[in-house]
C-alpha cells in the first residue's frame, strides 16, 4: 500500500467512491428485476427478464462508447486546461457527442423490426421464453434512444468530477425503478411487461435529472452555443472523436459478443440453467459495477495526466488504482466466497434454480479478483486514448474465449463459465504487456 502516494490516493478514492455507489444504484435495478420477477416462481418468466436484459444490454452496451470517450475527451481537456478558459472547447466536446448519440438513436427505432426478432433468434430463444423475452423487449427498446443521451451526459460530468450530481441522480432513478418493480410485478401483476415499464420509466427520469444537472452547470448553454460554431465541426476533431468511437465500439462489440455467447450457452442448456446463470451474472455485475469505480477514476486522473503531459501524475495514477482495485476485488472475492450460495438463493422460489446456484457459486467468488486488473486498465487505456491497443487485446481474448468455450464444453456449465474467466485474464495480461511501451510513446510524444 505504501506504493501509492497518500494524495493520489485521495484523489483516487475522492472519483471512485462516488462512481461505486453509482454503479450500485445503477445495478439495483437488474437485481430487483431478478428478485421481483423470482417472486412469482415462474423459471420460464424469470429466463426471459434474463434473456431480454441481456438482449438490451448486447444491443445498448456496444454505444457505450459515448460515455468512455465523453469521459476520456473531457478530462484530457480538463488537463490542458479548457475547462477554465472559457473558450468553450468543453461545450463543443459535449454538442458532438449528443450529435452522435441522436444520430444513433434514430437509426437503432429505424432498425427495431428486425433486430427485435434477429436478437432472439441468436439467443436461441424459444417456446414461452420467447414470447415472454419478445414482450419485454417491446417495451424497454423505447428507452433505448434515452440511454444512449444519458451516457453522453454521465459521461461529460464524470469527465469535469461532477460524480457526485451523478450519484444523487442515479439513486433517485433507480429508487423509483425498484419502487415500480414491486408495484407493477407483484401489485398490479404485470409479471414480465411491469418489469420492462419500470426500466423505461426510471430512464426517462434520469434524463430529465441529468438534463437539469446540466442546464444548471451552463453546460447546454455552451453546448448550443457550439453547435452552431464551424469549429466545432472541424475535421481533426470529428476524425478524432471518430477514430476513438471506432475503436471503442469494436472492442465493446467484441465483448458484447462474449456476453450474449455466454447467455446463448446457458439457455440451450434449458431454463433452469439459464435462470441460474441469470442470478449469478447479475450478482457478478455488482461486482464488477463497484470494481468499475476505479475504471472511472483510471480514466479521469489518467485523462487529465496526459492532457498535461505530465508522466509522474500519470504513472501513480495507474499504481494507486491497480493496488486498491486489487484490494476491493479480493475483498468482494471473499465475500462472495462465504456469502454467495445463500445470497444467489434468495433470488428465487423454485427450487431447481437455487440447487443451480449453489452447484456454480465458486465461479462467483473468483470473477471478481480475476477480473479487476482489466477493469482498471481499461480505465487507463481509455483515459489516455489508447483505444486501438485496446481492441488489439480484447479481439486476442475473446479468440482464447472461443477456443475454450469449444475444449471444456464436455464440463458443461462449468466449462462455460471457467471460459467466462479465462476472458477476463487474459484481458488484463495482454493489456499489462502492451503498457509500459504505449506510455514512453505517448510522453515522448508530448
Known amino acids: 500500500m505504501t506504493n501509492a502516494p497518500p494524495g493520489h490516493a485521495r484523489q483516487l478514492w475522492s472519483i471512485a467512491l462516488p462512481a461505486m455507489l453509482t454503479n450500485v444504484a445503477t445495478a439495483m435495478f437488474g437485481i430487483a428485476d431478478m428478485w421481483a420477477i423470482g417472486r412469482l416462481g415462474d423459471a420460464s418468466a424469470q429466463g426471459a427478464v434474463e434473456l431480454g436484459a441481456k438482449f438490451m444490454l448486447g444491443l445498448l452496451n456496444v454505444f457505450n462508447f459515448l460515455r468512455t470517450s465523453t469521459v476520456a475527451l473531457t478530462a484530457q481537456g480538463s488537463g490542458r486546461g479548457e475547462g477554465k478558459s472559457g473558450s468553450g472547447a468543453q461545450g463543443e466536446t459535449l454538442a458532438r457527442a449528443m450529435a452522435a448519440a441522436l444520430a444513433i438513436g434514430a437509426l437503432l427505432v429505424m432498425a427495431m423490426p428486425w433486430t427485435v426478432a434477429a436478437g432472439l433468434d441468436m439467443l436461441h430463444a424459444t417456446g414461452q421464453v ?35 450530481f451523478v450519484l444523487g441522480v442515479e439513486i433517485t432513478a433507480n429508487v423509483v425503478h425498484i419502487a415500480l418493480d414491486l408495484l407493477l410485478v407483484l401489485v398490479v401483476r404485470w409479471g414480465v411487461a411491469g418489469v420492462a415499464t419500470a426500466t423505461v420509466s426510471s430512464e426517462i427520469l434520469k434524463f430529465a435529472l441529468l ?58 442448456a434449458g431454463p433452469v440453467t439459464l435462470a441460474a446463470n441469470g442470478i449469478l451474472f447479475q450478482l457478478f455485475m455488482l461486482a464488477t459495477l463497484l470494481l468499475d469505480g476505479f475504471e472511472s477514476a483510471a480514466q479521469v486522473l489518467c485523462g487529465e495526466a496526459l492532457g498535461a503531459g505530465a508522466r509522474g501524475r500519470f504513472t501513480a495514477a495507474v499504481r494507486a488504482a491497480l493496488i486498491w482495485g486489487l484490494v476491493t476485488g479480493l475483498a468482494l472475492s471473499c465475500f462472495y466466497a462465504v456469502a454467495g450460495p445463500r445470497l444467489a438463493g434468495a433470488f428465487s422460489t423454485d427450487p431447481q434454480v437455487i440447487a443451480a446456484t449453489g452447484d456454480h457459486a465458486l465461479w462467483l467468488a473468483l470473477l471478481p479478483v480475476l477480473g479487476v486488473v482489466s477493469f482498471v486498465l481499461d480505465g487507463v487505456f481509455v483515459g489516455a486514448g489508447w483505444t486501438r491497443a485496446m481492441l488489439g487485446t480484447m479481439a486476442a481474448a475473446l479468440a482464447l474465449y472461443l477456443a475454450l468455450l469449444a475444449s471444456l464444453a464436455p464440463l458443461g456449465n462449468h466449462g462455460l463459465w471457467a471460459a467466462f474467466a479465462a476472458l477476463f485474464g487474459a484481458r488484463a495480461l495482454g493489456q499489462a504487456l502492451v503498457l509500459p511501451r504505449r506510455a514512453r510513446r505517448s510522453f515522448s510524444a508530448s
Not at 415472454?132 to 469535469?160: H, K, S, T
Open 211 to 268: 438534463a437539469a444537472v446540466v442546464v444548471r452547470e451552463g453546460a447546454a448553454h455552451e453546448a448550443l452555443a457550439a453547435l452552431r460554431r464551424r469549429s466545432t465541426w472541424a475535421r481533426a476533431d470529428m476524425m478524432r472523436l471518430f477514430a476513438l468511437n471506432r475503436d471503442l465500439f469494436a472492442r465493446t462489440l467484441l465483448l458484447t459478443a462474449a456476453l450474449l455467447i455466454f447467455a446463448r450457452s446457458g439457455a440451450q
Open 130 to 164: 420467447r414470447q415472454d423475452a419478445q414482450a419485454y423487449v417491446a417495451i424497454r427498446y423505447w428507452a433505448g434512444p434515452v440511454w444512449l443521451i444519458n451516457c453522453v451526459l454521465v459521461g461529460w460530468l464524470i469527465g469535469r468530477r461532477r460524480l457526485r
